[in-house]
């Protein structure tokens, strides 16, 4: 026995977890986490001493996903106690996968064990996520899986019209908590520290997925409204401790500021840059792709009919995916015009939109870069049993599918039925939005993007001209 770096791929239902990441402040077995180091010490891969003490085994994940979130191709990556010379025979690590699976509840399996490199960290060496998200058909009006009419088809059309919107580099600081991905002066970039360090692992960066929210735990009766509106209002107040007592008293005095009316989309352009809220590299994102099932599809037999969305990146923020879920959406229903979602893409915007429910969204696949070399052959070991990089093997795959035919999917289909998307469709149903605010907003939207043209005609004229005369010169 000795100690191996390793890559395991793992796959759970997130019903009832707090979430992929191991909290400080939880008790045991309230994140995925937990259950999997439980059951990895139970099999004899953690030593007594470094139980709890993650950061110890150079513990790392590919994507930490939020409550309520489902995988299907998580990555983990630790120092595992175990014998290296299985892997010759079993480099998938099946057999050291069912020990695990063992000890774990049904909801969670792991697929294969993997020697990766020493210096693979499962985040860093994530360079494309994807995640499925399943809109029951029903949110869109639909019921049953025969031929939809014009009237749905339209529907479906719209909802992928809006879904490719996102496919490009884009601030999608409209998608997220943005005060999370402020650039915070005199720190590191990806160098988040936070509280119960024993529990925290090296690779806690926050935009690796839609990721779990480590700072704070907000209800999630924020299906509406985006709390960042508030927050930067309260910004570009005067601090309270440098008030002296009679501006404080006043202060207290003022009439409060009314509240918004619940459902009110509340488009705001900033012509200049907004100091209290800035909008940094850190809240760009790079979407690859965005599909959309054109045919209903369910998750298991006599189940209700769903439409699948697709999305792959390299990262994504906290929510992000939700989000544009809940935009493509109400711009299928005609609740928000196609326009609202392409303004909300730029800089300037600030645009509050609505969150869809976590229940159905699932990470179905990572991909990694290559190893990175060394010379003292240990990479070539790695190599050896596991390839150039991390891929799942065939064996794991036939895990992965039947966790996902005999667990996943079907828990997911009951999900399709639950209260809680009767109440985000009350919550869709009581969207609204000044007309006259909205016109204002796109109007400054135009002419940004009018300028951006221009400056980018521009830019490729002088590109040509300079083409043009390096040509003239070496005739």
Same mark, same amino acid.
């Given at each position: 026995?000795?100690?191996?770096?390793?890559?395991?791929?793992?796959?759970?239902?997130?019903?009832?977890?707090?979430?992929?990441?191991?909290?400080?402040?939880?008790?045991?077995?309230?994140?995925?986490?937990?259950?999997?180091?439980?059951?990895?010490?139970?099999?004899?891969?953690?030593?007594?001493?470094?139980?709890?003490?993650?950061?110890?085994?150079? &513990?790392?994940?590919?994507?930490?996903?939020?409550?309520?979130?489902?995988?299907?191709?998580?990555?983990?990556?630790?120092?595992?106690?175990?014998?290296?010379?299985?892997?010759?025979?079993?480099?998938?690590?099946?057999?050291?996968?069912? @020990?695990?699976?063992?000890?774990?509840?049904?909801?969670?399996?792991?697929?294969?064990?993997?020697?990766?490199?020493?210096?693979?960290?499962?985040? @860093?060496?994530?360079?494309?996520?994807?995640?499925?998200?399943?809109?029951?058909?029903?949110?869109?009006?639909?019921?049953?899986?025969?031929?939809?009419?014009?009237?749905?088809?339209?529907?479906?059309?719209?909802?992928?019209?809006?879904?490719?919107?996102?496919?490009?580099?884009?601030?999608?600081?409209?998608?997220?908590?943005?005060?999370?991905?402020?650039?915070?002066?005199?720190?590191?970039?990806?160098?988040?520290?936070?509280?119960?360090?024993?529990?925290?692992?090296?690779?806690?960066?926050?935009?690796?997925?839609?990721?779990?929210?480590?700072?704070?735990?907000?209800?999630?009766?924020?299906?509406?409204?985006?709390?960042?509106?508030? @927050?930067?209002?309260?910004?570009?107040?005067?601090?309270?401790?440098?008030?002296?007592?009679?501006?404080?008293?006043?202060?207290?005095?003022?009439?409060?500021?009314?509240?918004?009316?619940?459902?009110?989309?509340?488009?705001?352009?900033?012509?200049?840059?907004?100091?209290?809220? =800035?909008?940094?590299?850190?809240?760009?994102?790079?979407?690859?792709?965005?599909?959309?099932?054109?045919?209903?599809?369910?998750?298991? =037999?006599?189940?209700?009919?769903?439409?699948?969305?697709?999305?792959?990146?390299?990262?994504?923020?906290?929510?992000?995916?939700?989000?544009?879920?809940?935009?493509?959406?109400?711009?299928?229903?005609?609740?928000?015009?196609?326009?609202?979602?392409?303004?909300?893409?730029?800089?300037?915007?600030?645009?509050?939109?609505?969150?869809?429910?976590?229940?159905?969204?699932?990470?179905?696949?990572?991909?990694?870069? =290559?190893?990175? @070399?060394? &010379?003292?052959?240990?990479?070539?070991?790695?190599?050896?049993?596991?390839?150039?990089?991390?891929?799942? =093997?065939?064996?794991?795959? !036939?895990?992965?599918?039947?966790?996902?035919?005999? &667990?996943?999917?079907?828990?997911?289909?009951?999900?399709?039925?639950?209260?809680?998307?009767?109440? &985000?469709?009350?919550?869709?149903?009581?969207?609204?939005?000044?007309? !006259?605010?909205?016109?204002?907003?796109?109007?400054?939207?135009? !002419?940004?993007?009018?300028?951006?043209?221009?400056?980018?005609?521009?830019?490729?004229?002088?590109?040509?001209?300079?083409?043009?005369?390096?040509?003239?010169?070496? !005739?």
């Amino acid at each position: 026995m000795g100690k191996r770096k390793v890559a395991l791929y793992v796959g759970y239902e997130g019903t009832g977890y707090r979430g992929l990441q191991a909290q400080p402040d939880n008790a045991p077995q309230q994140t995925i986490e937990d259950a999997l180091e439980a059951a990895i010490f139970a099999a004899g891969g953690i030593l007594p001493s470094n139980m709890g003490a993650l950061k110890k085994l150079g &513990w790392s994940r590919s994507s930490r996903t939020d409550k309520s979130v489902h995988s299907l191709a998580t990555v983990v990556a630790m120092k595992m106690e175990c014998d290296p010379e299985a892997f010759e025979s079993d480099p998938a690590g099946i057999k050291l996968s069912e @020990t695990i699976n063992s000890h774990l509840p049904p909801e969670i399996k792991v697929f294969s064990v993997q020697r990766v490199t020493k210096s693979f960290d499962a985040r @860093t060496e994530c360079n494309r996520r994807r995640y499925h998200y399943y809109l029951p058909a029903s949110i869109l009006g639909i019921q049953g899986t025969g031929s939809l009419s014009k009237i749905y088809e339209n529907k479906i059309e719209l909802l992928e019209e809006a879904w490719k919107t996102f496919e490009g580099s884009y601030p999608f600081h409209n998608y997220t908590r943005r005060r999370l991905y402020r650039e915070e002066k005199n720190s590191r970039r990806g160098g988040y520290s936070g509280k119960g360090g024993s529990r925290r692992t090296s690779s806690g960066s926050r935009d690796d997925g839609e990721e779990h929210d480590e700072e704070e735990s907000i209800p999630e009766e924020e299906n509406l409204i985006s709390d960042d509106e508030n @927050t930067a209002a309260a910004a570009a107040a005067p601090d309270e401790a440098a008030l002296d007592i009679a501006e404080s008293i006043k202060s207290a005095e003022a009439a409060p500021v009314p509240a918004r009316p619940k459902g009110l989309i509340q488009p705001t352009w900033y012509s200049e840059r907004k100091l209290e809220d =800035p909008i940094t590299r850190r809240h760009y994102r790079f979407i690859g792709d965005c599909e959309v099932s054109r045919e209903l599809i369910t998750l298991a =037999p006599g189940g209700p009919p769903c439409i699948r969305l697709s999305v792959q990146g390299a990262s994504f923020m906290l929510h992000q995916i939700r989000h544009m879920v809940g935009a493509a959406t109400a711009v299928a229903l005609g609740i928000i015009p196609l326009e609202l979602v392409q303004a909300s893409l730029a800089a300037p915007a600030r645009v509050n939109l609505p969150l869809a429910p976590a229940c159905s969204l699932v990470l179905a696949g990572a991909e990694f870069s =290559p190893f990175r @070399t060394s &010379w003292d052959g240990k990479a070539a070991q790695a190599s050896s049993t596991s390839g150039d990089r991390l891929t799942l =093997p065939a064996s794991g795959e !036939e895990a992965q599918q039947r966790f996902a035919q005999e &667990w996943l999917l079907p828990a997911m289909s009951s999900l399709l039925q639950g209260e809680e998307w009767e109440d &985000w469709e009350g919550d869709l149903d009581m969207l609204f939005y000044e007309e !006259e605010e909205y016109e204002e907003f796109i109007r400054s939207y135009r !002419e940004y993007r009018k300028r951006g043209d221009e400056r980018k005609k521009e830019r490729v004229e002088v590109l040509l001209a300079e083409a043009a005369a390096k040509e003239n010169g070496e !005739e």
